[in-house]
């Protein structure tokens, strides 16, 4: 296998389209420095996949692009494509014939070709991979790298090992699989991560699980229970109640007698008490009289003492005056002597402190003049020495600068190629997934359609229980409505019946006949039963019949007699009877009047004409005035206020119960016909909702729900697996994507790091002269600090000594001068004082004159107020005995009120008893009627539970009590907790068995790793052994036969796989402890000695020496052509050079030139027709 052709453009300076054909054997390409025949070199490597800018001899990979001259614009892109005949089959491809290219554009986006399709970078690294022609393989060979597999710096000599050894390919298996093991490593450890939560989580679950069913199953109990005695006790509670409403009414009609009496005592109490008001006014006057003669007495009395206790006062203060008189002088006397005596001690003490002043002055003079020297010299020196550390800090920075730089591209090329690896083993993993996925997807679709089927059937479901659900609380509303209208009804009912049954607004006399001989008449009634109207009209015909509503109708004139008589005999008054057989047929009555709306049996016609014949009815009073005319007419309103022959006006307030008496036992059948009619439509109500509630339970939520959760449950599983696979995916494309920015922003680094090593070397020797120069001016300016701080200590001990003196004598002349000042100023106030004491003196003795005169004047009022105030006295004794024997008769009304009150408290606490136990009851009926619709959303009616035959109320309620209490220990249950168990068990299933499924993973990776070492070592030992052996039989023919040489691996390494190996070479007669100390030729011949000793072992199909003998003598050189020569009936060799006796070895030549700078261009020839020529 061979290179036949290489095509360049745009790649460095082939600008233009170049072609190079090569044939087998040996080809030379020569050429002057600086015209480009290296970048044919460069073009090899890059086309097979280099991806080190630095190996290209470029800061980035953009700069391989053609970038223009002054007369050439830039190129957009590069490409170089490569053509190899596989006419071996070294290559793994059916082709005999391969072509790979490369292009690059300036955006930055790359391709790789092979025979004109697409493929990516590891396609190719692949294509070549343990073929020895991959682009840091040993096929293409430049002088620098023999430096480099000499010193072996980054290993570089052992990959050329293990691409002869073909381990490669194991290598890149081994290292794909330890990412994926870390990869695994790390996904188990999210998973375990995760699975700790579901695990927490599906035992919180299960707990509350657990405790919903027995809360379910307690629950259940509890309200079959509780229905079964909320509807005994409200059983219990309606035959309770009847016999209490019978005492309540009993309690209120004593009430009525008791409140009549009230009224009276209090009516007697209130005039009494208008009199007593009276009585005490006149008292309280009396009373204020005597209080205010009372009051000046004292105020009198104490004017007096306030009075003499001034005099004494006064008195007192002149004799304390007169003492500190006698004592001012004295002290002023002794102030006197004592300012004499400090004058004279000052004057001695000037002329001391004027020598004192002017030697301090002079003193401070010459200390201010040195110290100023010294600070001057001092801010030079700390200039210098902050100049001095800040030029040394620079100069640091930039040693450790430039260190780090070396250091980092060191680094970054190493970091660029393993950037590259990893990305192309992501992509690959993420192919693999991509393909996982899109198989479940198909299987998510079916799942979703299985389970969106299912949905929709439980949704319609929903709905129908939904509708069936409002309808319940429609028809229950309904109920509710209905019943409330029935209470309403039957409460009316209840009132009109007491009100009939009870005749209370009947006269005693009426009362009588109706309730104890009625039976004894063929017929007896009271107009207000027979006559009936509507509501509008109740009123007016209630206002305009007045007392002919307890008018009593009979039969007969001698019923009508017989009743009389009963009255009479009985002593129950008298009462007003309508016999009907002496009213006539019809009697006129006028057109319009009220008995057009007032409605009677056909027999009490008669009786109604005769009542309201001659009645109109207005809609207001003046109205009802306009169209009265007659004696005989009677207008009423609507309100109830009647106008009576034109003449009368009976009106006032209307009652609450105004019209209701008027056709009563009428109001009460069709009350009764109401209630009757609510009845049945709330028992139509209960069917229908009785209906709807077993239509509600026919609908089985529960499996339709069981059938969604297995579809869902299998369709999360798939969710699940894909969310792995989209996790995965995701997590690789933010790895490649932060390995690309890391790639891109690790090239720029590059190119930029190199530049500033550039600008760093000046300045460094710029900042170690000045650090010289600033060192020795910083010696000079501490000599010089040194002198002047010697003078100004001398300077400073001077001055504090003069400084002290002169303080001393100045402290004493201003204690001396502070004497006097405070001598004169005692002087002045003594003086001042004397002159104020003798003046108040003369004051304090004409107030005292001043009070005696008011003492007589308040002794004579004195004795004036005491004579009005014994008058006054009398007034109020009358005053207060009138006003007792009021108050007696008071207390005599108030005692009979007291007793009178006392029955009717006792008689309000019984109604008040008796209705809180109504109320009660009332109130525990609706308690128990609202907990049952509230709780379980049913009326007591529909309650079919009952306590169970041998349970008592009492156990029934224990019961409850333990399964409330058990409810309670339970606490709040969380109602979906079953479902929620069930799907977080389903997921902790899920990822147990994901669990499972990575540690299989993982240890089936470890096995890989394992075989992968065991391969790969030996086939690494077998080849090493092979090239020793064939290293020291080519450096023999190289150097001489006595000429030590081996090959030494480190068998010390923890990983044989990445074991140093060391070359050992020491030609005749020297000794060196390194073979970095050879000469370069040496070391050329030594590095050429190796590479052919891997060649003998595995040839490369092709072999590029890019001035690998530049370094070597004429001997050498010889040699080394030898050897080429000798190898290139297995190998293809391409040689970059300058010497003749190279080019002489080959078969074929190819020269570059630059006849336009920047732009190269390529001659060739064949040098055997030259020959012929």
Known sequence: MYISELELQGFKSFAYNTKVSFDKGITAIVGPNGCGKSNIVDSMRWVLGEQRPTLLRSSSMSNVIFNGTAKKNALGMAEVSLTLINNKGLLPTEYNE??????????????????????????????????????????????????????????????????????????????????????????????????????????????????????????????????????????????????????????????????????????????????????????????????????????????????????????????????????????????????????????????????????????????????????????????????????????????TKRIKIESRLENTEGDLLRIREEIEDLEDEIANFRGEKKMLSSKLDQATEDRDSQQQQLQEAREKREKLSSRQEELKDKIRSQQSSLDSVASEIQLLQDIASSNEAFPSSVQFLLEEHSDRFPFMDVVSNLLSTDEEHAVALEAVLGEALNFVVVDTLRDAREAARLLKEQEKGQATFIPLDKLADSYPAEEGSMVEVVHTEPRFEALKTLLLGHTFVFDSVENAWQHISGNRQTGVTLEGEVITSGHFLQSGSKSQNAGIRVGLQDKITKLTEQRDKLTSEIDGSRERLQQVGEQYQAIKLNELEQQLKEKEKHLRSIENKINSFESRIQIYEKNIGELRDRREALTSSEGSARDELDQLHPRQKELQQKLKKLHKQQEEKKQTLQELEEERSIAQSRYNDAQLKHQDLQNKVENHERDIRRAQDGIKNLKKRLKMRSEKTKEAKKRITRYKSSIEQLEDQFENLKTKKREADKQLEQAEEASGKQRGRINEIEKELKEVRRRKEVNMELVHHLAMAKEKFEMQIENLSDHIWETYGVLMDQIDEKLPEDTEADEAKKRIAWLKQKLKKIGDVNPLAIEEYEEEKERLDFYEEQIGDLHQAAEELRETIDKINKTATERFNRTFEKIRVNFQKVFHTLFNDDDYCDLVIDQEAEDPLDASIEIKANPKGKRPSTINQLSGGEKTLTAIALLFAIYLVKPSPFCVLDEVDAPLDDANIERFAAMIKRFSDDTQFIIITHNKKTMSKAEMMYGVTMPETGISRLVGVKLDEVAEA
């Open 98 to 399: 391969v072509t790979i290219a490369r292009r690059l554009y300036r955006s930055g986006e790359s391709e790789y070709l092979i025979n004109g399709t697409t493929c990516r970078l590891k396609d190719i690294n692949e294509l070549f991979m343990d073929t020895g022609m991959s682009s840091d393989a040993y096929s293409v060979i430049e002088l620098k790298m023999v430096e480099e597999i000499l010193n072996d710096k980054n290993n570089d000599r052992r990959k050329l090992f293990e691409e002869a050894a073909g381990i490669t390919r194991y290598k890149e298996k081994r290292k794909r699989t330890f990412r994926k093991l870390e990869d695994t490593q790390k996904d188990l450890q999210r998973v375990e991560d995760i699975l700790v939560e579901v695990r927490k989580k599906t035992k919180s679950l299960e707990r509350q699980a657990d405790k919903a069913r027995k809360a379910k199953k307690y629950n259940k109990e509890l309200e079959q229970l509780d229905k079964a005695l909320n509807k005994h006790e409200f059983s219990k509670i309606q035959e309770e109640l009847e016999p209490l409403k019978e005492r309540i009414g009993n309690a209120d009609k004593e009430k009525k007698e008791i409140l009549s009496k009230t009224k009276k005592l209090e009516q007697e109490e209130e005039a009494a008490r208008e009199a007593l008001s009276e009585k005490e006014r006149k008292q309280s006057e009396a009373q204020r009289r005597v209080s205010q003669l009372h009051s000046k007495i004292r105020d009198t009395e104490t004017n007096l003492q306030i009075t003499r206790e001034k005099i004494s006062n006064e008195e007192g203060v002149i004799e304390q005056y007169d003492k500190d008189i006698e004592q001012s002088e004295q002290d002023l006397k002794d102030l006197r002597e004592a300012f004499q005596s400090s004058q004279a001690k000052l004057e001695t003490f000037d002329e001391d402190l004027q020598k004192a002043e002017k030697n301090l002055d002079d003193s401070k003079s010459r200390y201010s003049e040195i110290q100023k020297q010294f600070t001057a010299e001092r801010k030079k020196l700390n200039k210098l020495e902050k100049e001095f550390s800040s030029t040394n800090s620079e100069l640091n920075n930039l040693q």
